[in-house]
């Protein structure tokens, strides 16, 4: 026990036989002059149960902890710090790290209000560091909630706001939530490129709710004729409809474009619209 920090630790003790329901509570005040107390008694059959124990601490500060109870079987009960266990939170990147997440910025607060005890830290996820397990000391690993909040730069500048959440969660995934994936796989099998130079396939997709608009090119030719696909992450998994279209440019110097079209299809095969 640090005497520094604890002035005082009053520590109750309970125990009942199981035979003769005798219940037997004390409670005994731990100082720096007074640090060692003995409980014997006797109750006419032997000890078989485990004794519960709760501890609360006078901090020279003025603060009190209260430690929730626990259950020891040890003939010798050695009462330590507050601060005597230590508690992990470990914090997750979620999202496209690759090519649209640059960091993501967190403020985040543990709060104990049974025994009035904060810690607080700032962490930055990261490509290089998509992971931080966050350990500090605490009074009770059982008891708490986690506070945060925080922003997500994106790789194309703009920024996104994580409001503030409170868990109970010891592992906290954050930032952009993929719900599915979109991935449209575009076949060129049935041009003919001795007819056709070059084929441009425009693709669109919209989510206002999300505020998500993304434009995407594929393109053919005769030394590029090989089937592509375009993988795009979705916010809401219902939202699968995207627009395309296609435009030909022939040999002949003419061009021609299919109409546009919304689906949820995940092929296209590609035609050379009619004159």
């Known amino acids: 026990m640090n005497w520094n920090q604890v002035t005082q630790a009053q520590v109750e003790l309970k125990y009942t036989a199981t ?24 109750i006419f059959t032997p000890v ?20 929730s109870e626990k259950q020891q079987r040890s003939p010798v009960l050695y009462i330590n710090d507050p601060f005597g266990s230590m508690k992990r939170v470990g914090l997750r990147a979620a999202g496209d790290l690759d090519t649209e997440i640059q960091t993501i910025f967190l403020d985040v607060k ?12 700032t962490v930055a996820l990261s490509k290089s560091q998509p992971f931080f397990d966050w350990d500090f000391p605490a009074i009770d690993d059982r008891v708490g909630k986690v506070t945060y909040k925080g922003t997500i730069q994106l790789k194309n500048g703009q920024v996104e706001e994580i409001p503030e959440t409170t868990t109970e969660d010891i592992t906290i995934m954050v930032g952009r939530k993929i719900e599915d994936v979109l991935t449209v796989k575009v076949l060129p099998n049935l041009v003919d490129f001795s007819k056709v130079d070059l084929v441009i396939v425009s693709l669109d997709y919209s989510d206002k709710t999300n505020d998500i608009n993304e434009h995407h090119e594929l393109v053919f030719d005769g030394s590029s004729k090989a089937p592509q696909s375009w993988v795009l992450p979705l916010k809401d998994k219902d939202k699968n409809k995207y627009d395309w279209y296609a435009t030909f440019y022939l040999k002949d110097g003419t061009e021609r474009k299919t109409k546009m079209e919304t689906t949820p299809n995940l092929t296209i095969p590609l035609r050379v619209p009619a004159a």
């Not at 035979?19 to 006797?42: C, D, F, G």
Request: hydrophobic share 20%; charged share 40%.
């Open 110 to 121: 543990y709060e104990d209000d049974n025994n009035k005890y904060t810690k607080s830290t």
């Open 48 to 67: 078989s149960e485990p004794y519960s124990y709760r501890v609360k601490y006078f901090m020279e500060d003025g603060k009190e902890f209260q430690v």
């Open 19 to 42: 035979k003769t329901r005798t219940p037997i509570e004390r409670q005994y005040l731990l100082t720096k002059e007074s640090a060692n107390h003995r409980l014997r008694e006797v």
